[in-house]
């Protein structure tokens, strides 16, 4: 039984943020029936994405909506608050939270009060002072994201195709991917093998014609998989004619052209940043303990360190690896992690209202695997190194059994199963991102400005 009446809230509606929740709603549906526990889930979107999938999202393998989970949906015992926390004071136990009603009404923040607090609000890309990047720079952490770079593919394919101009049609057949860990180098495979395949329906685009380049500044790229399966992803990726230069940094982007340090130029209209994350920002306007890194300093148990009644996991914790057997050593910030911690600190947060003893949280890192297009891929899991085929059906069938609801299981798996059967679908839907421009120019109004050159596209 819960002692007291207790106001939960999840910060954050990612990996840790939606597991959390779910199982907490679980473990405590009884409590929440008699009114005796509130659970309340601050989240900037209605829907938790599927980070894994993005890249064949990207590729047109899976629809856009079944990389993402309803959260309203899945966790229908909790409030569900579409906003951000910008600020948390948890010695008066309040949050400040801003939604789209406070930003209508023009009355700052509301001030949310809690018992027991759930900071998950993940990561946000990781940028350097390249000049030129904030202007030109595309990032690949959100869906939206994943789908504007697809629809942005295609059209500098349609660009170069319909271009007289050779230093236009060189800068569209260009693609630049900076960073050298599972996003850049899945999105950099899923995409060229995409853009191969749709080169063959453009009567003058070859895909000897594009060139796709992968930057990254240390010697070696998917740490996760090991050196050796590293080393055979740099040769795959070569073989395809994928320029993968190491101890590489980008100096500079601007006028679309992608700069390298060493001494490379690159026209391009495409320069896609997937170079690390860092912890959100709103962690630095809390008053818990943080590490050097700007994380979480937690313990074993994912409560904050210090610090009764709240707790933290995933990207934003710095939470000790107890399994490795050396001091100092904290769990990596991946979805694997993420996932089984979210179930460990719901499992807490539930014995700390029932005055049980706490569990600490325990996992050995298992291995990894990553796609670098249909039918190719990498994995080192327990110890085993897998690459070619295997590896990539060994990265399905583990993306799958792991995405959220069996809804989200079946039609993901219908639609791997349609694009065995059918050709890809290689349409650019660029106009997505603008859909009133159309209307506006039909109503007398004013074009787009921005971008200024296409009110209609993507780029």
Known sequence: MVKERARILVVGGGYVGMYTALRLQRRLKRELGRGEVEITVVTPDPYMTYQPFLPEAAAGAISPRHVVVPLRRVLDRCR????????????????TVTTLA???????????????????????????????????????KTVEEAIGLRNHVIEQMDIASSTRDPAIRDAALTFVFVGG?????????????MARYAARYYHNVQP???????????????????EEMGRYTVTELRRRNIDVRLETRLESCADRVAVLSDGARFPTRTVVWTAGVKPHPVLAATDLPRNGRGRL?????????????????GDA????????????????????????????????????????????????YV??????????????????????????????????????????KARVLAEWALSGLFKREIVSLGSLEHPRAEFELAAGGKPSLDPPHNPKGSS
């Open 297 to 313: 300093t937690c313990t074993p148990d994912l409560s904050v360190d210090g610090t009764a009644h709240a707790w933290a996991a």
């Open 102 to 140: 406070t930003e209508e009404e023009g009355t700052g923040g509301q001030r949310l009060s809690y018992d027991q607090l759930v900071l998950a609000p993940g990561s946000v890309s990781r940028t350097l002072p390249v000049p030129g990047l904030a202007d030109h720079g595309i990032g690949f």
């Open 317 to 364: 914790a710095a939470v000790p690896d107890v399994t490795a057997g050396e001091q100092g050593r904290e769990c990596a910030p991946n979805a694997q992690h993420a996932v089984r911690q979210a179930k460990v600190l719901a499992d807490n947060i539930v014995h700390s209202l029932r005055g049980e003893p706490l569990e600490r949280y325990e996992h050995a």
């Open 80 to 95: 569900i608050l579409i906003g951000e926390v910008t600020a948390v004071d948890h010695a008066k136990r309040a949050a």
């Open 208 to 226: 000897e014609d594009m060139k796709w380049i992968l930057v990254e500044a240390s010697d070696r790229i998917l740490p996760e998989v090991g």
């Open 367 to 408: 291995g990894s695997v990553a796609s670098l297009g249909l039918h190719k891929g990498v994995a080192h899991v327990y110890g085993r190194k897998l690459k070619g085929y295997p590896a990539w059906f060994m990265h399905r069938a583990y993306h799958l059994s792991r995405v959220p609801t069996f809804n989200r």
């Open 181 to 193: 860990g599972f996003a850049g180098v899945e999105a950099l495979g899923e995409l060229e093998d």
